[in-house]
């Protein structure tokens, strides 16, 4: 039986890159720790007033373009954010109506770094299912009203302000996970493939909800308000992260997942053309492809210029890998990635 085939992708990200100095601004960093720790030098960030929403209507559309398809002739959109324009609705909806394309089915899913697996193998059985026949799975992140620092003009170095004592101590305190993040967009269109055999070939995926407080943005529904100035001063909604703990998770998780999976689908590591692995630090890549016995050059990366952009990673990254030729027809492509949840694992697709 035949699964999706991918007719056409698509990137957006915001406005100008901000390095690595820009961010020594704001916080107690520099570009040497950030470059030797994570591979990162620059990412966007969203602009103020736009929400994923937006970055991904130009993802959309040049995903669109590249397809051959006009916004009509999506029938489903799957959407992945971990931070959508609003607590409710998900940006889904928004974007299908943005786009134009009117009355069918945009939910959101939430598994963070991890979406892309989910966003695939959804699409997949849905096409199989005959339950859609063009999807656009989309990505996109808006990180930057996260960010724990206040003075974006600082930031910008259009100001010879410093920053407080009290608001440099703060993003410093959060330093571990404010330079990794990125904001951007990334969108594939996908139909039932005309070969038989393409299509999503094998999947492992697994989650791990006792973790779950290694990586999350602690305020939530569980308190009444659900949000208040003394919840905000206290950092609950910040990103709460273990680094040193997720990095562990991720260079074992994956590299299991991995050899699992090729072993559902009865193919070698060796036989796989490309791993796209989500890019939350280039070290975790390196790790995984060294257990692996995989040349890095298989392993293709984009976090230099784009930091961690979560959902948006990977589809970001096939569309590079797209538009320069190196995503072929006939390719077998392992995707991988470990997200908040914890969400990981890995799947197979034959292009
Ligand atoms: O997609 C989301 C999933 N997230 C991840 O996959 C993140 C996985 N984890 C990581 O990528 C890494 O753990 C980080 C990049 C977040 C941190 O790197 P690390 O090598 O684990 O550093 P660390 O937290 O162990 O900190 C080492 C030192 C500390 O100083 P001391 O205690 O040795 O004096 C930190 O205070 O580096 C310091 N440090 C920094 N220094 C300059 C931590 N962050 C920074 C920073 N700039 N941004």
């Keep these: 039986m035949s699964g999706l085939s991918i007719i056409g992708t698509g990137h957006y990200v915001p406005g100008r890159p901000y390095t690595n100095h820009d961010l020594s601004r704001v916080l107690d960093t520099n570009d040497e720790w950030i470059r030797q720790r994570t ?44 931070t959508p324009d609003h607590v409710f609705p ?17 939910p959101d899913l939430r598994t963070q770094c991890a979406a892309m697996l989910y966003g695939f193998q959804f699409a997949d059985v849905l096409l199989k299912a005959d339950a859609a026949s063009c999807i656009l799975i989309v990505g996109a992140e808006a ?39 990125g904001d951007g967009a990334g969108a594939i269109v996908v139909e039932r493939s005309k070969s038989e055999g393409n299509g999503v070939i094998a999947v492992d995926l697994q989650s791990d909800g006792r973790f ?17 100035a003394a919840l905000l001063d206290g950092d609950a909604a910040l990103i709460h992260m273990d680094g040193r703990e997720v990095f562990k998770h991720a260079v074992t998780k994956l590299p299991k997942s991995i ?11 060796d036989q796989v053309d490309w791993f796209v692995a989500h890019q ?34 990977i589809p970001i990254l096939m569309d590079e890998m797209r538009r320069d030729g190196r995503l072929q027809p006939g390719q077998i492509v392992c995707v991988a990635a470990l997200g908040a949840g914890f969400h990981w694992g890995s799947l197979l697709i034959r292009t």
């Design 39 to 82: 591979g990162i030098t620059q990412r966007h960030f969203c602009p103020e007033g736009q929400g994923v929403s937006d970055l991904a209507v130009h993802a959309s559309q040049r995903a669109l373009e590249a397809a051959g398809k006009r916004p009509e002739d999506i029938d489903y959109i799957l959407f992945s954010t971990m």
């Design 90 to 106: 998900g940006s889904g909806s928004l974007l299908a109506a943005k786009l134009g394309c009117s009355n069918i089915p945009a």
């Design 143 to 181: 990180h930057a009203g996260l960010m724990p620092w206040r003075d974006w003009d600082i930031l910008e170095g259009t100001t010879d302000r410093r920053p407080t004592s009290e608001d440099w101590e703060r993003a410093t305190r959060n330093r571990g996970w404010a330079i990794i993040f």
């Design 212 to 228: 779950a407080s290694q990586l999350c943005i602690p305020v939530g529904f569980r308190t009444r308000p659900y949000v208040s």
């Design 259 to 269: 050899l699992a999976v090729c072993k559902k689908a009865g193919v070698t590591v």
């Design 280 to 313: 939350a630090n280039a070290r975790i890549n390196e790790a995984i492809a060294s257990r692996l016995g995989v040349p890095l050059e298989k392993m293709p990366g984009n976090i230099e210029r784009f930091g961690n952009t979560s959902a948006a990673t």
